[in-house]
């Protein structure tokens, strides 16, 4: 199989079947969905987010005692309990640490490359990705901006020139906007190692988020995820990608009024910054918990304009290979079809200048397709 040869090295690396990835996603990446992505032959990732050390611990002993095959666990390294968290996970037997929020210090990754993890981290620019090599890191996640939750501001098509297309010291996999099985092919051509996807799974049957959560997704459209809005540098605002609601719309009001507020002197920055900060507070749990979908948070990327379906981890998992497949196989016959077009021009080029007629047009006109003929050019 063509996904199988493409595929390898992130499959080696990861220790799983398919190299892709079902990305942390708080509230979301539960012990039951990053069993379903497992048992499925692909890489799942427990996210930790920001909880309380001793939940922490007892949920990944429960992804431990029930996983057999590798997973990851995500580290948000600007969360308060991160410091913990990291101690308790170098303790545990866990093969991958996923680090996000920001990006690690040479310590923290060495530390846990110490404890006999494999490291991953994300990276924004070439300058990040050059120093995140230097500290050691084992693999690189290239997110652009058309993912879900907190994002950069860099699209997913200028990090494929900028880092995937300048480094191959480790693998590196990509995210942000991925759902079909044909763009997974086209990335892995380009030299990406695997992909990770988030949204796709969430609209999984397997997905335990609150049903309202799910549909309001599912009936969303590319257009809809947008990330949340700035207004006045004086008040900066870490970028999320959500789904646009009435929280949306409030959030963009508050800023409005805390501009006024401080153009009037009638409020400091310090207090106007911690509303501003303030008003998401929980805003996720609502939504994916409580199915709040009108002031939660309700975190996806803008494939969501691709997704018209809940379906089991299997079918979606299944439906992104086999897509992969046919879109290579697909590539290996346009590809063969021009190689002998070019060879059938050369032999006819040389058969004139020695006089003798070429069989190239008769050939051409009987040109098999991929697979119908042993020997392959590109075999």
Known sequence: MWFERFAKRGAEFLGVPYPIISGGMTWVSNLELVKSVSENGAF???????????????????????????FGVNLVTIAPN????????????????????????KADIQGMKKAGKKTMSFASTDSIAAQ???????????????????????????????VLFQFDQVPIFVAGGIAAGKMIAHLMLMGAAGCQLGTRFVLSEECTAHKNFKQALLEARARQAVATPQYDSRLPVVAVRAIKNKGTEEFGQLQMQLIQE?????????????????????????????????SGSLMAGQSVGLIRDILPMKAIIQGLIKEAEAE????????SRELYIDNSKQDSAEALKSGHRSPG???????????????????
Request: with cysteine; hydrophobic share 40%.
């Open 44 to 70: 799942p990732v427990f996210a930790g987010g920001n909880m309380a050390p001793d939940v922490f611990e007892q949920e990944v002993d429960r992804c431990l005692q029930n996983l057999q095959k590798p």
């Open 82 to 105: 991160y410091r913990t968290q990291y101690e308790i996970l170098k303790s545990k037997q866990v093969g991958f640490v996923i680090f996000a929020g920001s990006f690690p210090r």
């Open 132 to 162: 995140q090599i230097r500290f050691g890191i084992d693999s690189l996640i290239l997110e652009g901006s058309e993912a879900g939750g907190h994002i950069g501001h860099v699209s997913l098509m200028v990090l494929l020139q900028q």
């Open 262 to 294: 401080l153009n009037a002197r009638r409020i400091t920055r310090e207090k106007a910054q911690f509303k501003v900060e303030n008003f998401w507070m929980g805003g996720l749990r609502r939504a994916v918990v409580d199915g709040d979908v009108e």
């Open 328 to 335: 290579f196989e697909r590539i290996r016959g346009l590809m």
């Open 361 to 379: 047009n008769q050939e051409f006109k009987q040109l098999p397709l991929a697979g119908e003929r042993e020997n392959h050019p590109l075999d």
